[in-house]
T-cell receptor, first 114, second 113 residues
Framework: AQSVSQHNHHVILSEAASLELGCNYSYGGTVNLFWYVQYPGQHLQLLLKYFSGDPLVKGIKGFEAEFIKSKFSFNLRKPSVQWSDTAEYFC????????????FGQGTTLQVKP | DTGVSQDPRHKITKRGQNVTFRCDPISEHNRLYWYRQTLGQGPEFLTYFQNEAQLEKSRLLSDRFSAERPKGSFSTLEIQRTEQGDSAMYLCASILMPQGDAFFGPGTRLTVL
């Protein structure tokens, strides 16, 4: 069955610290991968996505993620976090075929201390 | 503004009542998803449509839940005989498959008293 697992449920960092949030997925085929962010009181917004090509993808606000096919992973990174990055982060996967549902992980709450 | 709208934004109802939510996706998008999200959890898949066809419905969804997407445009999600456990944020997303991004609406927050 298709599933997404995020290892860190709650992460607390100080400003300027580096960030890495883990995401592993289970799916028997080619996938498209996403990271979404949900700021307090706002709806989900796309941070970045991977469909094909270079496995290192860059998104908005200095975020990047690396797709490692052999590990079924799509970890999110940012070299230096800011207080404004405080939010919930969700990893999601959908099969690349014409059918398939978009499945989300349980999310990681990131708290950045000023 | 992502272009996906949902109505109403908030709904308070009494247990046992029926409620209906509407989602208007981005017009050219061919796929529409419904999710439920509770505090501290990721969006939980409910059902999705490819154009007007409902392709899958979550096994977690009871028979009290039904969704439609007539003519492949807007979609409605109805919950019959609401229960307190139905209280959640109901999210709609639309995508232009196969290579599109999922755009989410603001959600409808349901409170069942």
């Amino acid at each position: 069955a298709q599933s997404v697992s995020q290892h860190n449920h709650h992460v607390i960092l100080s400003e300027a610290a580096s960030l890495e949030l883990g995401c592993n997925y289970s799916y028997g085929g080619t996938v498209n991968l996403f990271w979404y962010v949900q700021y307090p009181g706002q709806h989900l917004q796309l941070l970045l996505k991977y469909f094909s090509g270079d496995p290192l993808v860059k998104g908005i606000k200095g975020f990047e993620a690396e797709f490692i096919k052999s590990k079924f992973s799509f970890n999110l990174r940012k070299p230096s976090v800011q207080w404004s990055d405080t939010a919930e982060y969700f990893c999601a996967v959908v099969g690349s075929s014409n059918t398939g549902k978009l499945i989300f992980g349980q999310g990681t709450t990131l708290q950045v201390k000023p | 503004d992502t272009g996906v709208s949902q109505d109403p934004r908030h709904k308070i109802t009494k247990r046992g009542q029926n409620v209906t939510f509407r989602c208007d996706p981005i017009s050219e998008h061919n796929r529409l998803y419904w999710y439920r999200q509770t505090l501290g959890q990721g969006p939980e898949f409910l059902t999705y449509f490819q154009n007007e066809a409902q392709l899958e419905k979550s096994r977690l969804l009871s028979d009290r839940f039904s969704a439609e997407r007539p003519k492949g445009s807007f979609s409605t999600l109805e919950i019959q005989r609401t229960e307190q456990g139905d209280s959640a944020m109901y999210l709609c997303a639309s995508i232009l498959m196969p290579q599109g991004d999922a755009f989410f609406g603001p959600g409808t927050r349901l409170t069942v008293l």
